[in-house]
């Protein structure tokens, strides 16, 4: 199983940007999926996460009604939709496979993980 998160570059404040997250090796239908970062000097904090079936969905604070994570389970892909982007965004970007989505997301192990991709904010 491989994760590969893409998408990421260099941004202004309040731009939108969108990352994806490319699945090979499962079948996404049965597979949750969760975007984390990490910023330069901080640990890897949870952003996000969606169900696998019924596209349930569920947000950190920092990023809730910025950020939108949707799924397209035929061509296995997922996506993180950033908007109104601040200086405070900037990390790298992961995706990883989880067993839960919901308010207690981060007390589950996350596994697989794919290789991150730099997102900065700055003006």
């Known amino acids: 199983v491989q994760l590969q998160a893409s998408g990421g570059g260099a941004v202004q404040p309040g731009d939108s940007l969108r990352l994806s997250c490319a699945i090979s090796?499962?079948?996404?239908?049965?597979?949750?999926i969760g975007w984390f970062r990490q910023a330069p000097g901080k640990e890897r904090d949870g952003v996000g996460c969606?169900?696998?079936?019924?596209?349930?969905?569920w947000y950190e604070d920092s990023v809730k009604g910025r950020f939108t994570i949707s799924r397209e389970n035929d061509i296995n892909l997922v996506y993180l939709h950033m908007d109104n982007l601040i200086p405070e965004d900037t990390a790298v970007y992961y995706c990883a496979g989880l067993t839960y989505c919901g308010s207690t997301w981060l007390l589950y192990g996350a596994n697989p993980w794919g290789k991150g991709t730099q997102v900065t904010v700055s003006s």
């Open positions: 969606i169900s696998s079936s019924d596209n349930f969905t």
């Open positions: 090796g499962l079948t996404l239908d049965y597979y949750f």
